[in-house]
Nanobody, 115 residues
Framework: QVQLVESGGGLVQPGGSLRLSCAAS????????MGWYRQAPGAQRELVATITSGGSTNYLDSVKGRFTISGDNAKNTVYLQMDSLKPEDTAVYYC?????????WGQGTQVTVSS
């Protein structure tokens, strides 16, 4: 059974950077898209960034120009480089892999932006 393992979260000061990673264990036949959601306390989960198997990307307006999503299909891994972090970026970040017939999720990693 395929599982996603996230890493890279933590505490960072405003203006700092973090890089999240999400790696799949097990065999994956085909990935349609990968991405990241986040959920802050008391808020709805929101889509932060996506990348398709063809390399097309989309971003939440509030992170455009600050976050960069990338993927390594050979390693079944997706990354989220987060720069110029703001306190409002504080949330639990969840990765996902859309395999067309099913979507699998990571366990979530906490990102806290605070001085």
């Amino acid at each position: 059974q395929v599982q996603l393992v996230e890493s890279g979260g933590g505490l960072v000061q405003p203006g700092g950077s973090l890089r999240l990673s999400c790696a799949a264990s097990g065999s994956i036949f085909s990935i349609y898209a990968m991405g990241w959601y986040r959920q802050a306390p008391g808020a709805q989960r929101e889509l932060v960034a996506t990348i398709t198997s063809g390399g097309s990307t989309n971003y939440l307006d509030s992170v455009k120009g600050r976050f960069t999503i990338s993927g390594d299909n050979a390693k079944n891994t997706v990354y989220l480089q987060m720069d110029s972090l703001k306190p409002e970026d504080t949330a639990v970040y969840y990765c996902y892999f859309n395999l067309r017939i099913i979507t699998i999720w990571g366990q979530g990693t906490q990102v806290t932006v605070s001085s």
